[in-house]
Structure formats: C-alpha cells, structure tokens
T-cell receptor, first 114, second 112 residues
C-alpha cells in the first residue's frame, strides 16, 4: 500500500505569481484535505475534497483553490502569492467511516515566496 | 473551533514513561480527541484518538477526563524515535468532513 506523496518537495516563487501543488492519495482513500503549516506553528486546515467536491473549508481566501480527480489525486492552487503564503503545505488522505479523523499525511511541499 | 492548551515543551529520559497533557475545555460533546505527532521534516502522523473512554493501541494510551475537558497521551516507554512535536486536536466530524484543529503542540525531547 503506497502512502501519500506530494510534489514538488520544495519550490520558490515571487510575490504575485501562481503555484500548483500536487498530491497523490493513499490507495483507496477518497477524501483529501490540505493544510498550511507556517514555521513554528501547527498545521491549519485549508479545505477538504470528497468525491471531487469541496466539502469543508477553513479560513482561507478564495485565491486558495483545489481540485480532486477521479483517481483521488488532488491539486492545491494558490493565486496572487503573498509573502505570508510561505509555508509547508500538507496533503492528507482519509477513508470516511473507517477511523474518524485518522488522516494520512504526506511529507509536504515547502513553498517560499520572495 | 475548540481551543487546546499544551505545554510548549517537555523532556523525558529514554525508557521512562511520558505523560503529555492537553486542555480542551471548549470541546463540543461530539468532537473526538485526536493526537498526532510530527517528526522533523515529516508530515504529522496519527497516534491515537478517543471520544469518552480511555484508549490503548500499540503506540500509546489516551486517558480522557470524565468531563472531557482534558486528556493525557501516555507513552509507556519513551525511545529516541519518540522525539517529536505532539499535537492534541479536537476533531469536528460530520459525514466525511474530518477537520483537525492543531495548536502549537508540545515538543518532546528524549534524552538517552
């Protein structure tokens, strides 16, 4: 059983640019969540996708958007990047009903905005 | 969202038990209590969860206060590989929506 994989692992962008981060969910998991983790802080919930629909969103502006594909892989898109968007972006997959809240996290994509 | 309070850091010696406390006094009656840990340069890793009763698994035990306003994660014999940031997270669950609310967590240092 493969785990959650994310790409790229590191990237650098400049303010105002757009970025796409990718996530491949753990096999059989049809729910994916994205979290933002600033340095020295705990992860903050961005949104969750279930069966290709957004199913819950945290306190993030609309320039943070996502997609989930039929194979359950997912993308996080961030437009008009700001310096404060510099963070570790974590993807997590889960299988509803098996163990509530047991998420399987990837190792994250480290985004630096200059 | 329920707020959590955890010590910023704790220290333990190898092979000794560790009790990591968490206060979640604003937790709702239907929220689960999850514990995750995060090793350096890795994503968080699920440790254990519970609702009202104490829980045990191969990694740890979870003791939940009767009023559910606090809980304690117990590592029975700490190893060097247990050095990590430990997060207590109330989980708002409804259908397929499992939102975790992380605080800053407790940095556990394990001394050899």
């Amino acid at each position: 059983e493969t785990g959650v994989t994310q790409s790229p692992t590191h990237l650098i962008k400049t303010r105002g640019q757009q970025v796409t981060l990718r996530c491949s969910s753990q096999s059989g998991h049809n729910t994916v969540s994205w979290y933002q983790q600033a340095l020295g802080q705990g992860p903050q919930f961005i949104f969750q996708y279930y069966r290709e629909e957004e199913n819950g969103r945290g306190n993030f502006p609309p320039r943070f958007s996502g997609l989930q594909f039929p194979n359950y892989s997912s993308e996080l898109n961030v437009n008009a990047l700001e310096l404060d968007d510099s963070a570790l972006y974590l993807c997590a997959s889960s299988l509803p009903g098996v163990a509530p809240g047991e998420l399987f996290f990837g190792e994250g994509s480290r985004l630096t905005v200059l | 969202d329920a707020k959590t309070t955890q010590p910023n850091s704790m220290e333990s010696n190898e092979e000794e038990p560790v009790h990591l406390p968490c206060n979640h006094s604003t937790i709702s009656g239907t929220d689960y209590i999850h514990w995750y840990r995060q090793l350096p340069s890795q994503g968080p890793e699920y440790v254990i969860h519970g609702l009202t009763s104490n829980v045990n698994n191969r990694m740890a035990s979870l003791a939940i206060a009767e009023d559910r306003k606090s809980s304690t994660l117990i590592l029975h014999r700490a190893t060097l590989r247990d050095a990590a940031v430990y997060y207590c997270t109330p989980t708002a669950s409804g259908g397929s929506n499992y939102k975790l609310t992380f605080g800053k967590g407790t940095l556990l240092t394990v001394n050899p």
